[in-house]
């Protein structure tokens, strides 16, 4: 970015930061955003925190570094949005806007003339995606999720795309990432427009924990600098990612009380009790087994297991790990 910044009737000179909200047009909502505008050019970079409303360890996160960041600090352009789904997150609710019920991260590119959801992902694919040179979305486990620290980058795009998606994956400081061939999603939408993307998953169950939000800011710093748009300090870190392929999703095949014997970050081996799904009376109805050796990702800590929860997500650790 080497120029004012103007979008969506918003105006932010060379040198300055902007934290107001942004319109959704045809509607009162708001979403909060903060605008930091580099004095020397750099790359334009864009972070959503909270497409999912009840995911608070990113939005925590990006409150903070949008406060505390000047425009002395960075080069370019940083956008951060915290959080998109505002109407989900004051209503506490998972996944979901609830004026429509629809998943945000499952309409883009959105409809101008749509619900309010698709109005939501609209306005950002088309104002924002398009200016951006790199996209990191940042989630949370939701409140029936509990998950151990991961990152997906795109891998169905050009291999350009997913090289430099996958070289800013690696320098967070979690153990594990995933190359999704997923289509859905914000930042896979983000990937197949040609805007390399990342998904970060850090925290969950509902809980809002002063060492995710840390972590978190860590990892953005992080990002920035590898962007060459940030040059303050940042921690050395604890772990290098490692691929996670052959992801299980494992499904509840029937409503009922899941009662789950791992944990996310557990390694499971095949064969191995994942867990039982029982009646209101305690009474066994299904018996989950690993299907392979692995590492689970995430866990999903709920009693209540409406049929098709994903009840955990477990997968294999790639062998050749190539930068």
């Not at 209503?91 to 959801?117: H, M, Q, W, Y």
């Not at 594990?176 to 998904?199: D, E, F, K, Q, W």
């Not at 409503?255 to 996310?264: A, L």
Request: charge should be negative; aromatic fraction near 10%.
């Amino acid at each position: 970015m080497s120029k004012d910044f103007k979008a969506c009737g918003l105006f932010v000179p060379r040198g300055e930061k902007l934290r107001t909200y942004l319109q959704i047009p045809q509607s009162t909502v708001k979403i909060p955003i903060t605008i930091i505008n580099g004095v020397e050019d750099g790359p334009t970079i864009l972070i959503t925190a909270g497409i999912h409303g009840s995911e608070y360890p990113g939005i925590a996160a990006a409150m903070e570094l949008g406060r505390d960041i000047e425009s002395k600090d960075v080069k370019g352009l940083l956008i951060l949005m915290h959080p998109v789904n505002i109407q989900g997150f004051w209503a506490r609710r998972e996944f979901i806007v609830p004026e429509d019920g629809k998943n945000l991260n499952r309409v883009f590119p959105g409809d101008p003339c749509g619900t309010l959801s698709e109005r939501i992902a609209y306005l950002i694919s088309s104002n924002f995606f398009t200016i951006a040179d790199f996209y990191v979305d940042m989630h949370s486990g939701d409140i029936h999720e509990s998950l151990h620290p991961y990152v997906y980058y795109p891998g169905q795009p050009t291999p350009e795309i997913e090289k430099k998606a996958r070289s800013v994956a690696k320098v967070l400081d979690m153990e594990y990432m995933v190359r999704s061939m997923a289509t859905g999603g914000a930042y896979n939408y983000a990937a197949s427009t040609g805007l390399p993307a990342i998904l970060i998953e850090r925290g969950g169950a509902g809980l809002c924990l002063r060492e995710d939000i840390d972590a978190y800011k860590d990892d953005i710093r992080n990002i920035l600098r590898k962007l060459n748009m940030f040059s303050l300090c940042v921690k050395p870190r604890h772990y290098h990612p490692r691929d996670v392929e052959n992801l299980i999703y494992l499904e509840a095949l029937e409503t009922g009380c899941w009662i789950h014997h791992i944990h996310s970050g557990d390694w499971v081996v095949e064969g191995q009790v994942l867990g039982t799904v029982t009646d209101l009376f305690g009474e066994t109805i299904t018996t989950y087994y690993a299907e392979q050796s692995g590492v689970v990702l995430y866990v999903c800590p709920a009693l209540s297991a409406p049929k098709g929860t994903i009840l955990c997500a477990y997968g294999t650790i790639k062998e050749d790990d190539e930068d």
